[in-house]
Every structure is written in structure tokens, then in C-alpha cells.
């Protein structure tokens, strides 16, 4: 499967257009807006649990000199606005909020993926999914688009009606639907209940309100009752993380999902792209795969 540019990286940006931090601005100048930057950092840290003074040292400054930044009583330059973003660990997107609230232009651009400059980065996330195969793999936006997938993933999804698959779909409706993979998943309940908290920590980290109305539509879908038994035929497996089990063509198959992100990303979009890969969990789900691939 190709990669679909969609969801906030899919912006109306002509082709080969700069790379210009605009819909970064607007998105962060909402989230700015009303607050200056020292009540903004001061939240960041509190979220950290770090004191003035770790920050202060950490970032080779005063705890007076923080405490004033917090305030508003000492206006921080630029650089130090990064600074201390960066010992905080603010994700790319709220580090333009920061400096917009502190007067300053967004430092990060983001950039459509569709746009040439993300070139090598569409065909290098391409042939690391498609390497993955024939276990699935897929890459995300922050809002849970799905943006790359390979072919392991549409095997899991063989069957989905296409009201879910088009125009962009999304990884959490998806799986949680009742007309999507939810009525295949064994352990719906427990794989449900990971999928949500996940989304509860992303939505505390980056106050989004398309994740958090993302977040209120998948979390009201129905559950069953009661789950499909487990096959009484099934040998006992020890699992070492909790393992998604899904029914594929009559078979139950087990697997771990592993989340990557991109190190030091200096692109909005960039930042918020996550790969997912599925490892099989146990040794039938391996050789059932391999007997697939040929």
C-alpha cells in the first residue's frame, strides 16, 4: 500500500512549495492565545514534575531567573525558550506555542507529506514497512491516520466494508468499530482498554481537540458482552506483552505491536509520524505468515 498524505500533513500547499511553519502558527497560536509564555512553561514543568531549580540547572540558568520567566516578570529570549523546552521534552507542535506566546516566530515548519522535500522520507518509511513483511506494519499521524501500510495490514483488514477504508482511514476506528476488526478481536476488552489509555496520555500531552473528539467517538463504540471463546484446542502461550489476538481466516493470531517515532524530528509533521509494527507473539502466528508469504 502507498502512502496517503492526509489529515494535518496533508495541507492545500502546492507540490515543491517552501516549506513554510504557517498551518503550524495558526494551530499553535490558538493553543497560545490568552496565555503568555511563562504560564505555558510553567505547566510543561509542573507535567514533568521538575523543580525551578532541576530546570534551572539543567538548562544553565537561576531558579530566580525561571521563576521570573514564569511570572512574567523576565521576558526569556528565543534561544532560551527552546532551551527549556527542549530539557522539558515539549513535543515539536507546542514548542512554536511557546515561542509564539513569547513573541516570537514558530521555529518549526510543517511540512505536507506529500510535498517533495518528505521524498526520501515517504520511500524510506515505504520500504521499512514493506521489509517488514510479511508481518504488518504501518505508519500514523498524530490524529491516528493511516498513512503508509503494507501488506500484512491488509490481510488484517480483509473483509473491513469500505465506509471505513476511504477517503483517509483511521487506525482506531478501525480496530475498535463494530463493523471494523472489534467483532475478530479475542481480547477486545483489554486490547480496547490499551488503545484508550494510550490516546488518554497523548491527549494530556498535546491538548488536542481533534484527538480528544477522536478519542470520545471511538471510546462510546459498543462492546460486546461477552467475547468469542477461546479454542479449546488452543495450546496456553506465556505471552511477554499484552498480545493483540485476532481472528484471520479462521485462525486466531497473536500479536505485539512496537510504536517508533523519529529522533530529534525538526518538522511538525515529521514529529507527529509514528510507525507500528506487528511482531508475532507466538510461534504459530510466525509460521501461519510465512506460509501466506511463500
Known amino acids: 500500500m502507498t502512502i496517503v498524505a492526509s489529515g494535518p500533513a496533508a495541507s492545500s500547499t502546492a507540490p515543491g512549495a517552501p516549506a513554510a511553519p504557517a498551518a503550524s502558527a495558526a494551530s499553535a497560536a490558538s493553543a497560545a492565545s490568552g496565555k503568555g509564555v511563562g504560564p505555558l512553561l510553567r505547566a510543561w514543568r509542573e507535567r514533568r514534575r521538575i523543580s525551578q531549580l532541576e530546570l534551572a540547572l539543567r538548562a544553565d540558568s537561576s531558579a530566580r531567573h ?18 527549556l523546552a527542549e530539557h522539558l521534552d515539549v513535543p515539536v507542535r507546542e514548542r512554536n506555542s511557546l515561542l509564539l506566546a513569547a513573541g516570537y516566530a514558530p521555529r518549526y515548519p510543517e511540512t505536507p507529506l506529500d510535498d517533495p522535500a518528505l521524498g526520501a522520507l515517504r520511500d524510506g518509511m515505504e520500504r521499512l514497512i514493506q521489509g517488514y513483511e510479511p508481518y504488518p506494519a504501518l505508519v500514523v499521524d498524530a490524529g491516528y491516520t493511516v498513512v503508509a501500510a503494507n501488506r500484512g495490514i491488509a490481510m488484517l483488514l480483509d473483509g473491513v466494508p469500505e465506509t ?11 480496530t475498535l468499530h463494530p463493523q471494523g476488526l472489534a467483532p475478530r478481536i479475542r481480547n ?25 473528539a477522536l478519542y470520545e467517538e471511538v471510546a462510546a463504540y459498543p462492546v460486546p458482552h461477552e467475547e468469542a471463546p477461546a479454542d479449546e484446542a488452543e495450546e496456553p502461550v506465556a505471552y511477554f506483552a499484552l498480545p493483540l489476538r485476532i481472528e484471520v481466516g479462521g485462525r486466531v493470531l497473536s500479536f505485539v505491536s512496537s510504536i517508533s517515532t523519529f529522533n530529534t524530528p525538526m518538522d511538525v509533521t515529521v514529529a507527529e509520524l509514528a510507525i507500528e509494527t506487528f511482531l508475532p507473539a507466538d510461534p504459530a502466528t510466525a509460521k501461519y505468515l510465512h506460509t501466506l508469504a511463500g
Open 164 to 174: 471505513l477504508l476511504s477517503p483517509a482511514p483511521n487506525a482506531m476506528r478501525l
Open 188 to 212: 477486545l476488552r483489554e486490547w480496547r482498554g490499551h488503545l484508550l489509555a494510550q490516546m488518554e496520555r497523548q491527549i494530556a500531552l498535546e491538548r488536542s481537540e481533534r484527538l480528544r
Open 66 to 83: 525561571i521563576s521570573f520567566i514564569e511570572t512574567g516578570r523576565s521576558r526569556p529570549s528565543e534561544e532560551m525558550v527552546l532551551r
